[in-house]
Every structure is written in structure tokens, then in C-alpha cells.
């Protein structure tokens, strides 16, 4: 997982794009967000910035960071017409 880690550093700007599969991220991307859990601290921390009452901070310097995020589903609807 740190092979991952240093690639998720690497860019300015991470595309997320997947097809949305009841409602949640497929299982493989689920794996990854979860395995992301190494690059923030392990203890919480109040916010002064009005996102709520607290997080945990990152171990990297994140500010640069850019996420987009694409994601396509089909409705239950147009599924059962066929």
C-alpha cells in the first residue's frame, strides 16, 4: 500500500471516476479508501472551519491537492423496462 500512497502524492489533481453500483463505490475502490487510512493521524482534532466539529489530520501536506470526482449510475427504473 505505500506503492500507492507515494502515487496518490505524486499528482496536483486525482480523477475518481466510477460507475455508482447500489447506491455506494464498487468493492475494489471501497478497498482503497479504506486502505488510505494510513495517511491521517490516528487521533481526532476540533475544526475552527465550520465542516463540522472535528477530523483527523493528514500526514502529508494535502493543501495542493485537487479531487474530481465522475461518477455514472442507471436507474432502477430503466433496468426493469427491459
Known amino acids: 500500500m505505500q ?3 507515494e502515487k496518490l502524492m505524486e ?3 486525482i480523477l475518481w471516476s466510477f460507475p455508482l453500483y447500489y447506491f ?3 468493492g475494489i475502490l471501497k478497498n482503497l479508501i ?4 494510513p495517511m491521517s493521524l490516528p487521533f481526532m482534532s476540533t475544526r ?3 465542516y463540522g466539529s472535528g477530523s483527523h489530520e493528514a500526514r502529508y501536506d494535502m493543501e495542493v491537492k485537487r479531487h474530481v470526482l465522475i461518477s ?3 436507474p ?3 433496468l426493469c423496462k427491459r
Open 72 to 74: 455514472t449510475w442507471r
Open 24 to 26: 455506494n463505490v464498487p
Open 76 to 78: 432502477f427504473q430503466v
Open 11 to 13: 499528482p496536483d489533481l
Open 34 to 37: 479504506d486502505r488510505q487510512l
Open 48 to 50: 475552527q472551519d465550520g
Open 3 to 5: 506503492t500507492v500512497i
